[in-house]
């Protein structure tokens, strides 16, 4: 295993593991999306609630959750120490930024730190709460089911929260502009023929999933008022 940990840990083996975490969780992203949509249900919370309780209780979905867990971890790691390792190589930066650079690509250990931050925050009001929190406990369909909704809805009533979100979601946007991308030229798909169209998906994806959570918070506090 000697050839692997080399392999893994050298420059060119990080950027393959933060490439390939990075576009798990890209796909992680639409997924938890198209569940977190259901708030928007006009059911009081039904469809939600049920789907929370699959996310919670399937076997499956409970392992491929550790493995995303693994993943961000893997994530966070090595682009860190990439990080860390292209400051120690330039330690004084260029007087001049070449204009092909782009604010997200030259700040995406910034924009991964707010990230994380707001990560933290999420999963200790959400996903720790219906894990071993207390909540309501309401009847769906002859089950017993935590009423996550009614925590979500409560916490978009203030608009502080909703602020936070929605600007978090910009920063998500933002560091998926450059690592979409920058995912894909890793792997060495970067031709002249179908750069054009991978930077396009990358610029719709960065634009469409951030918009779609940031909907979430707002239409909920709209209804709330």
Known sequence: MNWFTKAITSTIGRKIVVAFTGL???LFLVVHLLGNLQLLANDGGKSFNLYAKFMTTSPIIQTISIGNFVFILLHIIQSTILTIKNR???PVGYAIVENRSTWASRNMGFLGSFIL???VGHLANFWWKMKFGEMPIIGIDGMQVKDLYFVVSEA????LIVGLYVFSMVFIGLHLSHGFQSAFQTFGLHHVKYTPL???IGWV?????PLGYAIIPVVM???AL
Do not use: H, N
Not at 156 to 159: A, C, E, G, R, T
């Open 24 to 26: 798990f969780l890209c």
């Open 88 to 90: 120690q190589a330039r």
């Open 117 to 119: 931050l707001f990560l």
């Open 156 to 159: 978009f009533k203030d608009p």
């Open 198 to 200: 991978i930077q396009f």
């Open 205 to 209: 994806f960065c634009i469409v999933v």
């Open 221 to 223: 506090y709209l209804r």
